[in-house]
């Protein structure tokens, strides 16, 4: 059963340009969560979505931000027009369930994004 | 104030130590997960725990729920045990399932 996947591992955009960021999870698994750890900074949540459906983005900038979870294929973290600021790591983590329900979560190895 | 709280952020040891990482949280919460994040940024689940203690090799991790506490020990360190150790709690009675991180502590062993 391999482990969650994330790619690209690493990512250079200009500024401006669109960024997105895919996120296999692991076999099983419905629940996908976003966190992004900018340089020198702990993780912080972003998304959390199940298949098709949003269920928290209150971690998400309001503006340039969006994530997927379709039927098919992986969850994409998009981010549009990007600027230096969101140069940063962004990790992917699944779960069979809530992690409130003391459900394990499993971490991509990230993609490090940077914006010249 | 923090909901969720590492000490220290920064620690250096010697090859062989004791070391112990803590954790407070004010949130109330189901279980707390301890996380490593390697020099190279992966990130590991190393311990998720609601009560009492668990042992995973030279790794051991505590929690008091009543004191809303956690420790994580590595004994007989070793250089490779140094990445940033995370404390995460999920709090309860959040309708959102979002977890909550501190900040890290930093831990560089030296050979």
């Known amino acids: 059963n391999a482990g969650v996947m994330q790619n690209p591992r690493h990512l250079v955009r200009r500024r401006g340009q669109e960024a997105r960021l895919r996120c296999s999870p692991m076999?099983?698994?419905?629940?996908v969560y976003w966190y992004r750890q900018l340089p020198e900074e702990g993780l912080k949540f972003m998304v959390y979505l199940q298949k098709e459906n949003i269920i928290d983005e209150s971690g998400m900038p309001k503006e340039r931000f969006s994530a997927e979870f379709p039927k098919e294929g992986p969850s994409i973290l998009r981010i549009q027009q990007v600027v230096r600021g969101d140069s940063a790591a962004y990790f992917c983590a699944s779960s069979p369930g809530l992690v409130t329900s003391s459900y394990e979560q499993y971490f991509g190895p990230g993609t490090r994004l940077t914006v010249t | 104030k923090n909901e969720v709280e590492q000490s220290p952020q920064n620690l250096t040891a010697q090859e062989g130590e004791f070391i112990t990482i803590n954790c407070s949280y004010s949130v109330g919460i189901s279980a707390l997960h301890w996380l490593q994040q390697h020099p190279g940024g992966g990130i590991v689940s190393l311990f998720m725990l609601s009560s009492g203690k668990k042992k995973h090799g030279r790794l051991i991790a505590t929690i008091n729920i009543q004191e809303k506490h956690s420790s994580l020990h590595i004994t007989a360190s070793h250089p490779r045990d140094s990445a940033v150790y995370i404390c995460a709690v999920p709090p309860l009675m959040n309708r959102d399932d979002k977890i909550i991180f501190g900040k890290g502590t930093r831990l560089h062993i030296l050979p």
């Open positions: 076999k099983g698994h419905s629940h």
